[in-house]
């Protein structure tokens, strides 16, 4: 796992790297978004179990974790109970070979962001994480809590 831990870099650049979570026990999956992410201003950090996933998000504050629906330790619903828990969330996005009405229906329904079947398609990808990490800066900004534009971080204020 290699999970970033002191990761803050200057909000005030417009060339920061945001950060995405992929967890996924398949390599396949880890090196078919890192291909498409090193196109973007987009870095990836690795999970390949649920557990390992809820310790990089409590290490983190991120804002989109792309997941595979099936993990060894899981599923994607686990994960997003489990993240629920944090001061702010980040969104989730399930892969699926068998991405079905049934599958988007209950990602949707209970709480995910969107679905990406597979194979993974490049554009749709970008699409979708660029979507959401768009909608998930925007929330916390809506709630009174600036996000950081680069990890996705919500700033914490200080108050007397």
Avoid at 62 to 68: N, T
């Amino acid at each position: 796992m290699a999970a970033l831990q002191s990761f803050r870099p200057n909000p005030l650049r417009t060339n920061d790297t945001v950060v995405v979570l992929s967890v996924s026990p398949l390599e396949e999956t880890h090196s078919r978004l890192r291909s498409v992410l090193q196109h973007t201003n987009w870095a990836m950090i690795e999970s390949h179990e649920c557990c390992e996933a809820i310790q990089v998000l409590h290490q983190n504050s991120l804002a989109v974790v792309v997941c595979e629906r099936d993990l060894p330790d899981g599923t994607w619903l686990d994960l997003l109970n489990q993240a629920e828990a944090l001061p702010s969330p980040p969104l989730i996005i399930v892969t699926a070979r068998d991405a079905d009405e049934q599958l988007w229906g209950e990602v949707l329904n209970l709480g995910g962001y969107d679905v990406l079947p597979k194979p993974l398609d490049s554009v749709e990808v970008t699409r979708v994480i660029s979507l959401a990490w768009r909608h998930w800066q925007q929330k916390w900004s809506i709630a009174g809590k600036p996000a950081d534009a680069a990890t996705g971080a919500v700033v914490q204020s200080a108050t007397a």
